[in-house]
């Protein structure tokens, strides 16, 4: 149970953002969280609305965009999406494919209002 | 109403703070392993033996727990500097904590930095220490499917331990199907079985660490030539 503390980090890159726009409001924070980034959203969600109702920054939306684990074939160069844990490339069969992509834990954007 | 793109990692202080240890250790050609395991797959008495064997070696131990030194206390009579590290409630360590407990140890005087970290699979695979490389521990009395359960540390582990192998005759676990599983998070882990308590496979494991260890060093010495 780690997202209480990840909920905090998000909140202070908003901190910071609103920071750098002073006298605008902060609606929304968007982050991408790959299925590797060992992060439940839901979680997430709850400590996020916890911390979050007792700042000047409340009501703040949290969009989380999943990113899905992506391998890279070292044989042919072929680009994947893992499902069913499943590392074989399909396009030649390789098994000792690399993980290129899915643990990210990323803030995207913010949508801030004048 | 306007969007600001932002694209900056949430844990970016941790990262930090992690970046600034890794370019301290390679300074040093100090090689730093981060154990990580679920509750009671035997880190400290892995480590126990490997302290135990590695005499002469210039290494230290820092080590997790929510609370109680009971782990650093074990670890201290082999005669290294060990430091227990009290998280009150924490899950996992962070780069900050590591960062504090090191603050009285000249790095220049260690080879290797072992980092024991709280019993927990979930976790600490988000927090960067500024590790080398992720160690993960499975034993023989949990699932064979751990690795696909959590995918994040077993996919993030340069290599698996499979711990408790003496009582594979006493316990309903398949290791080829372990093996398999991790693989198959990730098909490049490394895999040695041991056991703490007969000693088999600990000959492997400490000499994997002593490879990694010369290479960590012989990457300085050639930085330092060029």
Known sequence: MHELGIAASILECVRAEADRHPGFHISKVGIRMGELSGVDSDALR???????????FAPLVLDIEPVPRVQRCPQCGNEFRMTEYDPRCPACGEFMTQC??????????????? | MNRVEVEKKVLSENHLLAEQLR???RDHGLLCVNLISAPGSGKTLLLEKTLERMQGTRLAVLTGDLQTENDATRLMRFGYPVKQ???????HLDAKMVGTHLESWDLAK??????????????PSSYDLGEDCKIVLLSTTEGEDK???YPSIFSKAELMLLTKIDLLPYVPFNPDLARDNARRVHPQIEIIDVSSTTGAGL???????RRRMQQKNERRLFQTQS
């Open chain 2, 23 to 25: 370019a301290r250790y």
């Open chain 1, 46 to 56: 709850f400590g996020f609305d916890c911390l979050v109702k007792d700042t000047d």
């Open chain 2, 110 to 123: 260690l080879d290797l930095l072992i980092v024991e970290n709280v019993g927990n699979l979930v976790c």
């Open chain 1, 100 to 114: 290129v992509s899915g643990d990210e834990l990323n803030i995207a954007y913010m949508e801030v209002d004048e």
């Open chain 2, 85 to 91: 590290i009290i998280t009150g409630g924490t899950c």
């Open chain 2, 203 to 209: 000959d492997q494991w400490l000499h994997w660490l």
């Open chain 2, 147 to 149: 690795p696909l359960k």
